[in-house]
Antibody, heavy 123, light 110 residues
Framework: EVQLLESGGGLVQPGGSLRLSCAAS????????MGWVRQAPGKGLEWVSV????????LYADSVKGRVTISRDNSRNILYLQMDSLRAEDTATYYC????????????????WGQGTLVTVSS | NLMLTQPHSVSESPGKTVTISCTGS????????VQWYQQRPGSAPIIIIY?????PSGVPDRFSGSIDSSSNSASLTISGLKTEDEADYYC?????????FGGGTQLTVL
């Protein structure tokens, strides 16, 4: 059974930093692209970032580019999201999601999601 | 840049059929796959349709997806509505190396 367990969320002041983690199990982590999707309270889903299976390729939404870094540890089956210069508008539940296997572009999409971790940016 | 527009809310009675639309602007849905996700209150999204009309194992065949290239829109149809289908539904596609979600449709089954 695919399982994705996020952690690392919490309350942080504007301008602060936070690192989210996602522990994966139930599948061969190192052959899947992985990513993050967020959801502000009462709002819709917003794609944040994707990382290729080997960790080399990264893509970011314009809203977070330059402020967040996605990475992974394939030896420990963990996905990370380093978030810096946080703003109030970054307040959201952050979902880790499994993307595709050996896919590219439109053929890649999130197929399994974790339960999310809440990040609140407020003074 | 691709934008996906969904109706904010729809409602229908148990046992009936409802269709939720997802209209693309600024890009072609026929050139990129469309997925649909169901999100029940307090839960994470789950995929119910991928690549326009494919159902993951475990998803009932009451759920179906389609694409209309002429109107640049995709649709999710749910037949034989059950109260458990009450949820938010999101369409998702891809454009210029970015993944795009629609704003979501709240389905009420009453």
């Amino acid at each position: 059974e695919v399982q994705l367990l996020e952690s690392g969320g919490g309350l942080v002041q504007p301008g602060g930093s936070l690192r989210l983690s996602c522990a994966a199990s139930g599948f061969t982590f190192n052959i899947y692209a992985m990513g993050w999707v967020r959801q502000a309270p009462g709002k819709g889903l917003e794609w944040v970032s994707v990382n290729t299976a080997n960790g080399i390729g990264t893509l970011y939404a314009d809203s977070v580019k330059g402020r967040v870094t996605i990475s992974r540890d394939n030896s420990r089956n963990i996905l990370y999201l380093q978030m810096d210069s946080l703003r109030a508008e970054d307040t959201a539940t952050y979902y880790c999601a499994r993307w595709g296997q050996s896919c590219s572009g439109a053929s890649c999409y999130p197929d399994y999601w974790g339960q999310g971790t809440l990040v609140t940016v407020s003074s | 840049n691709l934008m996906l527009t969904q109706p904010h809310s729809v409602s229908e009675s148990p046992g009936k059929t409802v269709t939720i639309s997802c209209t693309g602007s600024g890009g072609s849905l026929a050139s990129n796959y469309v997925q649909w996700y169901q999100q029940r209150p307090g839960s994470a999204p789950i995929i119910i349709i991928y690549k326009y009309n494919q159902r993951p194992s475990g998803v009932p065949d009451r759920f179906s997806g389609s694409i209309d290239s002429s109107s640049n829109s995709a649709s999710l149809t749910i037949s034989g509505l059950k109260t458990e289908d009450e949820a938010d539904y999101y369409c998702q596609s891809f454009d210029s190396w970015k993944w795009v979600f629609g704003g979501g449709t709240q389905l009420t089954v009453l």
